[in-house]
């Protein structure tokens, strides 16, 4: 059986655990860099320091979260790269400057997102070429693939889009193609400056298809994931720690992070400094998975939902929702899923008893009886929505979110869960406590994964039946 899983491990997953080839007494660019610079033969190879500069009014305004920083956090840590600093600007050539002038002398990659649009007050790349004392050149091929742009929409392109087409002297043109404004990446001194569009649209495949790849040729960046990610769920982060931490025992130096959501925790296991190879780290995460169980989640970073989308596929089912407290928070998080269509057949929002009673067919006299937060209630409501839209499968909600309602028997964060399946119907209960967003996302992620572990042993007690047989 360990055998088979370390097979599918490795198929599946071959990309991201590939041992690393040893360079021999091979240089990457920087390190060369580096060695002429200091004048001292290469003892250690040293990672790169990298700093990232956000610019925008409106991130320091409040008006939007500066997720630029954590997406750029996320994906150099998959290539075993840290930011060392990160600093919020607005695009003014006075704050600017010297803050780029500080992170030039300081850091070995610098990026910058955001003030390289067509308005007036995106200054980024002037105040960049007065630092660095260097003019600006215009490009003919950002001009055309601009107006080849505004003629698919039919637009006009106006005088002050052409700012766009300007770039620092020597820099390399980063074409956009989910824009107008195209990144730029210039080398000098040892440095390596990479300036991207501010929008998460552009920023993105940018990041992902231009600029990595320039830092894998460099050397900097792994061309491999430079960490195993085991996603889990019921199970928290100190629990966690305990169950497996007689297994990192036995790997001293062996890099381990937990990162906490909501029902939710990631542990990523990287070789660190132990002594260990890729292989046996592949093989120390497979000991976790079988250490976790059904609170092992998946490999990667995968939502509930894709997971039971994953089973239901598998298996050709269709599926459907009734919600109250969560108010479409359970159908919205399978719609975010590429492709739900195929077994999401819909879901039926019903808030009041009203509702209940004309969109699900429910009685009255299980709301009279019982109440609309009670056990009855959510069977009642997954068995109407199963009949309602003709599915295999469904799963509702209802429960107390707060911060009103409640009694003595259903307090605030009572939620009852409604399963529905070929083999049968169950209900589920889950007090939390909380804001009444927190809530309604954790009784969101406590359905889904109820459902997950039901489909699991669903599939185990069909393969027992079959081994019987």
């Given at each position: 059986?360990?055998?088979?899983?370390h097979?599918?491990?490795?198929?599946?997953?071959?990309?991201?655990?590939?041992a690393?080839?040893?360079r021999?007494?091979?240089?990457?660019?920087?390190?060369?860099?580096?060695?002429?610079?200091?004048?001292?033969?290469n003892?250690?190879?040293?990672?790169?320091?990298?700093?990232?500069?956000?610019l925008?009014?409106?991130?320091l305004?409040?008006?939007?979260?500066?997720?630029?920083?954590?997406?750029?956090?996320?994906?150099?840590?998959?290539?075993?790269?840290?930011?060392?600093?990160?600093?919020?600007?607005?695009?003014?050539?006075?704050d600017?400057?010297?803050?780029?002038?500080?992170?030039?002398?300081?850091?070995d990659?610098?990026?910058?997102?955001?003030?390289?649009?067509?308005?007036?007050?995106?200054?980024?790349?002037?105040?960049?070429?007065?630092?660095?004392?260097?003019?600006?050149?215009?490009?003919?091929?950002?001009?055309?693939?601009?107006?080849?742009?505004?003629?698919?929409?039919?637009?006009?392109?106006?005088?002050n889009?052409?700012?766009?087409?300007?770039?620092?002297?020597?820099?390399?043109?980063?074409?956009?193609?989910?824009?107008?404004?195209?990144?730029?990446?210039?080398?000098?001194?040892?440095?390596?400056?990479f300036?991207l569009?501010?929008?998460?649209t552009?920023?993105?495949p940018?990041f992902?298809?231009?600029?990595?790849?320039i830092?894998?040729?460099?050397?900097?960046?792994?061309?491999?994931?430079?960490y195993?990610?085991l996603?889990?769920?019921?199970?928290?982060?100190?629990?966690?720690?305990?169950?497996?931490?007689?297994?990192?025992?036995?790997?001293?130096?062996?890099?381990?992070?937990?990162?906490?959501?909501?029902?939710?925790?990631?542990?990523?296991?990287?070789?660190?400094?132990?002594?260990m190879?890729?292989?046996?780290?592949?093989?120390?995460?497979?000991?976790?998975?079988?250490?976790?169980?059904?609170?092992?989640?998946?490999?990667?970073?995968?939502s509930l939902a894709?997971?039971?989308?994953?089973?239901?596929?598998?298996?050709?089912?269709s599926?459907?929702?009734?919600?109250?407290?969560?108010?479409?928070?359970?159908?919205?998080?399978?719609?975010?899923?590429?492709g739900?269509?195929?077994?999401?057949?819909g879901?039926?929002?019903?808030?009041?008893?009203?509702?209940?009673?004309?969109?699900?067919?429910?009685?009255?006299?299980?709301?009279?009886?019982?109440?609309?937060?009670?056990?009855?209630?959510?069977?009642?409501?997954?068995?109407?929505a199963?009949?309602?839209?003709?599915?295999?499968?469904?799963?509702?909600?209802?429960?107390?979110?707060?911060?009103?309602g409640?009694?003595?028997?259903?307090?605030?964060?009572?939620?009852?869960?409604g399963?529905?399946?070929?083999?049968?119907?169950?209900s589920?209960?889950?007090?939390?406590?909380?804001?009444?967003?927190?809530?309604?996302?954790?009784?969101?992620?406590?359905?889904?994964?109820?459902?997950r572990?039901?489909?699991?042993?669903a599939?185990?007690?069909?393969f027992?039946?079959?081994e019987?047989?």
């Amino acid at each position: 059986m360990r055998q088979a899983t370390h097979l599918f491990l490795q198929v599946s997953f071959g990309f991201f655990f590939q041992a690393r080839l040893s360079r021999g007494n091979l240089l990457t660019p920087y390190e060369r860099i580096t060695n002429a610079v200091c004048n001292k033969p290469n003892s250690m190879e040293r990672k790169p320091r990298i700093e990232i500069i956000n610019l925008g009014d409106e991130l320091l305004n409040g008006i939007r979260l500066n997720g630029h920083l954590t997406y750029l956090g996320e994906k150099f840590a998959e290539r075993g790269l840290t930011i060392a600093s990160a600093s919020i600007i607005r695009d003014r050539p006075n704050d600017v400057r010297p803050e780029f002038c500080r992170a030039w002398d300081a850091a070995d990659i610098i990026i910058t997102t955001g003030g390289l649009g067509p308005t007036t007050d995106d200054l980024t790349r002037e105040a960049i070429a007065e630092a660095l004392g260097l003019s600006l050149e215009y490009h003919s091929s950002v001009e055309t693939s601009i107006r080849e742009r505004f003629e698919r929409l039919g637009h006009p392109v106006t005088k002050n889009n052409l700012k766009q087409c300007y770039a620092l002297s020597g820099a390399k043109i980063l074409p956009n193609r989910q824009g107008t404004a195209p990144g730029q990446y210039l080398t000098r001194d040892g440095k390596h400056l990479f300036m991207l569009p501010g929008p998460v649209t552009e920023l993105h495949p940018m990041f992902e298809e231009q600029v990595l790849p320039i830092l894998e040729t460099l050397g900097f960046a792994d061309p491999y994931q430079a960490y195993i990610q085991l996603r889990t769920v019921g199970v928290g982060e100190s629990k966690l720690e305990m169950l497996l931490q007689p297994h990192f025992a036995q790997y001293p130096g062996l890099g381990i992070g937990y990162c906490a959501h909501r029902g939710v925790v990631d542990l990523r296991l990287s070789i660190g400094t132990a002594s260990m190879n890729r292989i046996q780290l592949e093989d120390l995460a497979e000991t976790c998975r079988d250490e976790l169980g059904e609170d092992f989640l998946c490999y990667g970073d995968l939502s509930l939902a894709q997971v039971v989308y994953d089973n239901l596929r598998s298996t050709d089912k269709s599926f459907s929702t009734a919600e109250s407290c969560t108010g479409g928070l359970l159908s919205s998080s399978f719609t975010d899923v590429p492709g739900a269509s195929k077994f999401f057949a819909g879901g039926s929002v019903c808030y009041n008893n009203d509702a209940k009673i004309q969109t699900l067919d429910i009685p009255e006299e299980i709301l009279i009886q019982h109440g609309a937060v009670s056990r009855e209630c959510a069977l009642a409501m997954v068995t109407g929505a199963a009949e309602r839209f003709g599915t295999d499968y469904a799963l509702s909600i209802t429960g107390f979110a707060g911060p009103g309602g409640g009694s003595q028997d259903n307090p605030v964060g009572t939620i009852y869960i409604g399963y529905f399946s070929p083999s049968g119907i169950w209900s589920h209960k889950e007090v939390f406590a909380g804001s009444r967003e927190s809530i309604k996302e954790r009784a969101v992620i406590a359905a889904l994964d109820f459902m997950r572990r039901r489909l699991h042993s669903a599939r185990v007690e069909d393969f027992m039946a079959t081994e019987l047989d």
